[in-house]
């Protein structure tokens, strides 16, 4: 009786187990992607949104383009450039050191936007 009382609590112990696995590895997920040095910027209705960020060296940071208009990025001191981009067209940049690396869009000079690369 005792024996089989024992047998029986093990499963919903087993269960538990099963399901604390199923949840670390859901909640482990998010953690390693947030991990992987990438960021976006998007391009739309003529700004850069974030128009400022923050980023640590060795981040690659995408670029894309969500208006029906070309924008182009480009440093200012001509690190990085982008060719025209059309509508949904991706431009990447991976920021190695640290700094702060002021863009603009060529065809709309009054489109800027910053990137600074600090270590965090
Ligand atoms: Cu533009």
Redesign the pocket.
């Known amino acids: 009786m005792t024996q089989a009382f024992a047998r029986h609590a093990l499963h919903p112990l087993r269960a538990c187990a099963g399901l604390a696995l199923v949840v670390c590895a859901a909640l482990l997920t998010p953690v390693i992607c947030a991990a992987a040095p990438a960021t976006a910027v998007d391009?739309k209705k003529?700004a850069f949104a974030p128009k400022e960020i923050t980023v640590a060296p060795g981040t690659k940071i995408t670029w894309t383009n969500r208006?029906e208009?070309?924008?182009?990025v480009t440093s200012a001191d001509k690190s990085f450039a982008s060719k025209g981009l059309d509508t949904d067209d991706k431009f990447e940049h991976t920021f190695a050191s640290e700094g702060d690396f002021s863009y603009a869009?060529?065809?709309?000079p009054f489109?800027t936007g910053i990137v600074h690369v600090r270590k965090q």
Do not use: A, W
């Open positions: 391009i003529f208006d208009t070309p924008h182009t869009c060529t065809l709309h489109m």
